[in-house]
């Protein structure tokens, strides 16, 4: 099954069961069922919970806030990622405190999906991976599913056990992707498969190592579309020089499931962090520096981050390959520790 | 395959509007096209014969060509027949891939050793120690030896705990020390009555050793500069004398060592180095009995061994060797005798002492047991 059938069998299924669940974004109206069709089929099957909105960002958070503010459970579709920008107010301001500052009266289980992640050419402003932008908001969760992940299974945890706002960061190059699935041996392709659960029940860590008893050599923790060229990275590296990588694959972005890694990086003392937003003040710093205060004395080197170069995404697809993480870089980032 | 929407990667060739080999105009329809919207018709960007590519039904990646179009229909025919290979072929190499996923290092080793990696049964990716496993493995069916080097080694033993720490200190030893050896002979006749009449009169244990570790420390007091250690320009001279004993055990680092060895009568002596190797053997060693020694002598005269060449300690002088007591014969006044003797040896650092300096050490040595011997007898 690919990504985006599990979104959009999920969302179906959601609806059936529970009639407070709305779905609403830009274009998503059958018969064209959304800019990447995550919600078609909806509006034909539903009619009159699926609303097509204007192009007002802003309007839109807002309206959905106040629906959950009211009992319903909105799944608010953002056409781009990058247009969370316009939302950051109603969700900075609005939906991650109200619960709060009206003394715990509602809860707003509002969930926001958008698509973020570039390498397909389309610019600097329809690229971006600004989800790191939100982590120091307090009061809302981030859950970003990767194809290793049951994409369909974390929406629903979004909408209705998380109670609190979600940002649901899907991604472009996987909405196509096929979902990996577990052969006999407990596999997927060359890599032994474990589910981390210490952190979150609903929002699973995923472990892949290449020798499922021997210690690896360094671990890689990477979330949402990158996670593939991360897998290419570590694959090829176990193949040319038989260097050992566990990649931790997350679920959950905020807040970060830090007891999924502990244990890895204790066994392994040398930590890559992979994400396709800009190094800068993203993820990998709030990991590294979690990481670095509960088991420093475990560590053999400093711990490193991959990530987007300081810059606007250009438009040429073979700049914005280089200008984003890119599998040499993320190859040389683990030589680099060893 | 046109890319009609932006968000499109792949779009489906639903049929064929042309027939094979037909000629065409720049702007006939020739197919028709599925994308995520809708279904689209497409034009010749060219005119001439075509020869198609794409199959109907079949997905093709965008910007992948899905005919050919030219005037040469035979050339045209070829070209797809070369596509059609390279298809193939790129198809069947990764599946020989995916049949067996072996790192390079494993590759090489195998190439190196002349193994078929396929005869591995190794799930997952072959890694070199699988390859070396596997090896081992045909190895081991012959003989029970690993090579390494060209020569063949049985087996292996780890060096640890004393006999590590004993290897760290004979190697400082050679590197820091330049050894040198003086030996003389010790006529012991008289000794050796003297100690087996004490034992009977006086009733109290008394060794061989324990005589010569107390004659050994009056001997030391003469030859300050023996009892001491050289650093960069400065000889050390040690406050104490006290004596070491190497014996010959599994653990090589326990040395019983006599403390102020010269204020103890050859019995005492005798009862301290029973005291220390009781604690050994009990397992309750203590660490004082066992370091701070200040001079070596090692004991070799249980053994067959007639001479042997100690190595001095680091931050020591010299060391005391005495080896098997040994018999000959000897002429006295006339009388055909056999006399028990010793070659007595001392290594010693040739940094700062000579072998005049070494010599003179044996020759007080004997003369100091001598003594001994007369005071051991004239005790009640």
Known sequence: ?338 | MPQLNANDSVATLVKWLVEEGANVTKGDVICSIETSKAIVDLESDFSGKIVQLAAPKEEILVSKPIALIGNNFEQLKKEKEKLVQLNHQKSDEKTIEAKFNATKKARNLAEKLGIDLSHLNVEGIIKEKDVLEFSGKEQLENQDRIEKNDVEIESYVDLTGGRKTGKVLMLESIRTIPQSYVERIVLLDELVKTITNYEAKKGKLITFLSVVISVLAKTLEQNKRFNAYRENDQILIYKNINIGVVVNQDNFVSIPTIKNACSLHPTEITEELMRIRMSIMRKKPILEDLSGASFMVSAMDHTEITRFIPIVHPRQAATLAIPKIQFKSEDREGVLSKVSYLNLGLSFDHSFLDAIQASKVLNDFVENLCHQKDRLDSEE
């Open chain 1, 1 to 338: 099954m690919r990504y985006v059938e599990s979104l959009n069998d999920a969302l179906h299924t959601l609806m059936q069961e529970d009639e407070t669940v709305l779905v609403l974004g830009q274009d998503i109206v059958d018969p064209y069922g959304g800019a990447f069709k995550v919600t078609k089929g909806l509006s034909t099957n539903f009619p009159g919970r699926v609303m097509a909105t204007p192009i007002s960002e802003a309007g839109i958070t807002g309206f959905a806030t106040g629906l959950a503010m009211n009992g319903f459970k909105p799944v608010l579709e953002i056409m781009f990622g990058d247009f969370i920008s316009l939302c950051a107010d109603q969700i900075i301001n609005g939906a991650s405190k109200y619960h709060w500052m009206y003394g715990e009266q509602f809860k707003v289980p509002l969930v926001i999906r958008t698509p973020m992640g570039g390498y397909a050419g389309f610019g600097p402003t329809h690229s971006q991976s600004l989800e790191s932008l939100f982590l120091g908001v307090p009061g809302i969760n981030i859950v970003a599913p990767s194809s290793y992940h049951n994409p369909g299974e974390l929406l629903r945890a979004a909408i209705l056990e998380m109670g609190l706002p979600t940002l649901f960061i899907e991604n472009k190059v996987l909405y196509p992707e096929q979902l990996k699935t577990v052969d006999r041996t407990g596999r997927i392709g060359n890599f032994f498969f474990e589910r981390i659960n210490k952190s979150n029940k609903s929002c699973s860590t995923v472990s892949l190592k290449v020798e499922k008893e021997e210690k690896a050599d360094i671990t890689l923790i990477s979330y949402g579309g990158v996670t593939l060229l991360a897998v290419e990275a570590a694959l090829n590296l176990i193949i040319e020089e038989e260097i050992k990588v566990e990649i931790l694959i997350p679920s959950i972005i905020k807040p970060i499931p830090i007891r999924d890694f502990l244990e890895s990086v204790k066994e392994s003392g040398r930590v890559v962090i992979v994400e396709e937003g800009v190094r800068t003040g993203g993820y990998g710093a709030e990991v590294a520096s979690e990481i670095s205060e509960r088991v420093f004395d475990y560590l053999e080197k400093p711990i490193f981050r991959v990530g987007a170069k300081d810059f606007p995404i250009p438009s040429s697809k073979e700049l914005e390959r280089s200008f984003l993480p890119n599998q040499s870089d993320i190859e040389s980032a683990i030589k680099g520790l060893l």
